[in-house]
């Protein structure tokens, strides 16, 4: 996210510090997701969804993921990857510019967990800030897994894939891939990477190839950990 400008500024209460950022009046990419970008299910499109987000969609996505790797190379991890987190800003052409934020969650990129007291830290981290349809099945519990080991238990950059291999989910079916609307969030689903594609609608039969193309890519990125 670009910085237009920084102050601080010195008063009675204390310092207090400026930031000048630019206004995404298109929201974050969660009301789209909501909507449901992708008519793969219904055959239609959400009217109040405009045409250019759906043509945008791969651009979104890959700029979010070339975010990532930015953040993974500096030697961070986000941590709380999800749709709420991207913002869309129009850009002067007409184009659609998304900016990954809120920064608060991020950790280091690599976590080596060496005992059980680490593995709970860290899954207490993750449980505080992290948002749960999109955290990674080694950040949950049960801590069956012995870390008392020389190697340890190794927490990475792998946690943001996951993340977004759901971020990419939600935007195609309007749902992240392991709660639904009568049962909600499973752990033990996300735990054994348990979840379902849902299958193209006879009249969608014209978005094949692409569906295909976003289906490799989440099976890709949610591919449980061997701890």
Known sequence: LPCYGSSIVNSPRGSEAYIVLPLCEMGTLQQYVILGCYPYRSGLIHPSVPPEVQAAAPGILL?????LEALHSAGFRHADLKADNVLLHRRPDGGIAPYLTDFGSV??????????????????????????????????????????????LVVDGRCDVWAFGCLVYALIFASTPFESATQGLSSLAVQSGSYTLPELDAGSTGYHKEYSRYCQIIRCCLTVQVL
């Open 63 to 67: 700029k979010v993921a070339l975010a």
């Open 107 to 152: 950790t280091s990129v690599v976590q080596v967990l060496r005992s059980k007291r680490d593995r709970q830290e860290a899954q207490d981290y993750a449980a505080s800030f992290s948002t749960a349809s999109y955290r990674a099945p080694e950040l949950w519990e049960p801590m069956d897994q012995q870390c008392d080991t020389e190697v340890g």
